[in-house]
């Protein structure tokens, strides 16, 4: 009997200490009170934390502070095993210094990584693509919400956009999306000041549901020195969401327009505090993280960059790296290329690169191909290519959705292998045109409309375009403008295996005729299948040959009224290459 209630208490003290451990990647949050007063714990506290796992693994990752005394820290497990953590005792303040403990991580089962992706561990380059820490690849297929995090975007009730936050991103993962860009904040969009920059009638919008401004408000203007913990709160459970359903964000810190550069020398400073502390609050998620949202004139460049640089400069003395606590990709988003701006003046600040937002046609696939042809080797992503309800970029003969079509095959086979963004009109909460006078039709704004207009369930159809278990993408270099023998002028894409024989994907654009694929094997079947860009699926599968020049003629397509993919195979090549 003694030994069946001694093997009956360890069963319990087994069962507790499993019901008490942390999954791997899942977030473990650590919370500390500070000893001292601070006039503002914001800029005057700067704790971190050093992270160590059972595979040598070592993380420095930063605190942040959440209102009166409270610091927390998230800690990610990024393999199973014991972890341990220590403050060390760098800030001087006993609450806050030489702070310790540990937690244990057990696996996620096959099971619950197909559930949620995230749970293969963080996104990392690899090349010119993306993967997940175990190798799984990864292919960004973002929708565009720049205004998630704000009150147009409700939690489980319809608000502006018509739609809870819940039931808009609960379709978009149903439709086959896995990321969205979002701006972390608007600062100068919260009041009806002066220097709020956005069409008047959309100011005061871009705060959180309950009110609250992401920085404090003083004299109506946002004071970059006070930032609000209340609003970050009200923003913590929509990143949590999304890391718990699978989506990796594109998180940018605030728009070019904001006046930021041009405060007082302690608001610009400020700007690294901001840094710090959306790293230390959603650094332990998957994402995307941009130092910068810049989309348009080069004359704010200039003013941005040394603030941009600065918080890079902070991170590197702290981790050695200015990466990331978790290693996630970092980029900055450019008014074109970041090859030709960011990567030029700091190419430190970049692990995967961007083309963005001028032109929107197919002049970014230049951008791209340079980029896939630079060194070294960075993953691309088109980060704001055209959108459905904004005519910019339009080729004559096309409809919106037809053009959306062309940016998101187009791009990727022209390099942008680590994904693509779908675009829609709302951007971040305008309500009129470009012109600023004509007002966005209702219907046409980024509310609930957005996920059935433009047939933009279609990026869904991209991914598993890319992703096919007939070919491997990781393999593909972009040859529109090398292996097609006649592209109109980019209106065709092709992108083709490295060994410009096994394989190749490629789209055909409306209204341009057929053309062929050169420089491939002479006399040499070749399976060609159409890939249906609206509804998914290959069809028409035939067989071709190539001539005695190595040339290999496009078939018919299936229907000359629509746009199509298509994907060429070696005969008889084994699947997977």
């Known amino acids: 009997m003694k030994n069946i209630r001694i093997a009956i208490s360890l069963l319990f003290c087994l069962v507790a200490s499993v019901a008490h451990a942390v999954e791997v990647m899942e977030v473990h949050e650590v919370g500390f009170n500070a000893s001292k007063k601070y006039d503002n714990p914001y800029l005057d506290v700067d704790l971190w934390v050093t992270l160590s796992g059972p595979r040598g693994e070592t993380y420095h990752l930063p605190a942040f502070w959440d209102g009166g005394d409270r610091f927390r820290v998230r800690l990610v497990a990024t393999s199973p095993g014991k972890w341990s953590w220590s403050t060390g005792a760098a800030t001087n303040d006993p609450g806050l210094d030489n702070k310790s403990g540990s937690f244990s991580a057990i696996a996620a089962t096959e099971a619950q990584k197909k559930q949620n992706p995230n749970r293969r561990g963080f996104i990392r380059p690899r090349g010119t693509t993306l993967e997940y820490a175990d190798g799984t690849p990864f292919f960004f297929t973002a929708d565009t919400v720049w205004v998630a995090f704000t009150k147009i975007f409700p939690w489980q009730r319809e608000g502006i956009a018509g739609i809870s936050f819940q039931d808009y991103f609960a379709e978009r993962k149903r439709q086959g999306f896995n990321g969205v860009n979002v701006i972390a904040s608007y600062p100068t969009d919260t009041t009806e000041s002066a220097e709020a920059v956005w069409a008047r009638e959309v100011r005061g919008q871009k705060i959180s549901e309950t009110g609250l401004t992401p920085f404090k408000i003083v004299s109506d203007q946002a004071d970059y020195t006070q930032i609000n913990p209340e609003y970050w709160q009200e923003t913590d459970k929509k990143m949590k969401y999304f890391s718990d359903n699978g989506f990796v964000p594109f998180l940018e810190s605030v728009r070019r327009h904001e006046i930021w550069p041009r405060k007082s020398t302690a608001q610009k400073n400020a700007f690294t505090n901001y840094t710090r502390y959306l790293i230390a609050r959603y650094g332990c998620y998957n994402m995307i993280y941009s130092w910068l949202h810049w989309d348009t004139v080069n ?277 997977g290459n």
């Open 299 to 575: 004359q704010v460049y200039p003013d941005w960059l040394p603030l941009v640089e600065n918080a890079h400069a902070y991170l590197k003395t702290k981790n050695g790296t200015g990466q990331l606590p978790y290693g996630q990709p970092r980029t900055a988003m450019a008014y074109g290329s970041s090859l030709q701006t960011w990567a030029k003046d700091d190419p430190e600040l970049l692990d995967l690169h961007n083309v963005s937002n001028k032109y929107r046609d197919e002049r970014m696939y230049l951008w791209l191909r340079e980029i896939f042809r630079s060194s070294p080797q960075r993953p691309a992503i088109n980060v704001e290519p055209y959108y459905p309800a904004v005519p910019v970029g339009s080729v004559e003969g096309l409809d919106s959705t037809e053009m959306a079509q062309f940016q998101m095959y187009g791009s990727v086979l022209n390099g942008g292998f680590g994904g693509h963004a779908w675009g829609d009109a709302y951007f971040g909460g305008i309500a009129f045109w470009i012109d600023k006078k004509t007002p966005i039709p209702v219907d046409e704004r980024q509310q609930k409309h957005a996920l059935t207009k433009w047939k933009s369930a279609g990026m869904g159809h991209l991914k598993d375009f890319v992703l096919d278990e007939g070919h491997d993408y990781r393999l593909l270099k972009p040859a529109s403008d090398t292996h097609l023998g006649d592209s109109h002028g980019d209106m065709h894409a092709l992108a083709i295996s490295k060994d410009n024989k096994s394989f190749a994907l490629g789209f055909c654009m409306k209204g341009f005729p057929v053309t062929s694929v050169k420089e491939l094997p002479p006399n040499r079947e070749y399976q060609f299948e159409w890939w249906n860009v609206e509804d998914g699926g290959w069809q028409a599968s035939t067989i071709c040959k190539t001539d005695d020049s190595g040339t290999l003629t496009w078939p018919n397509t299936p229907d000359a009224t629509r746009n199509w993919g298509y994907r060429i195979r070696l005969k008889d090549l084994p699947e």
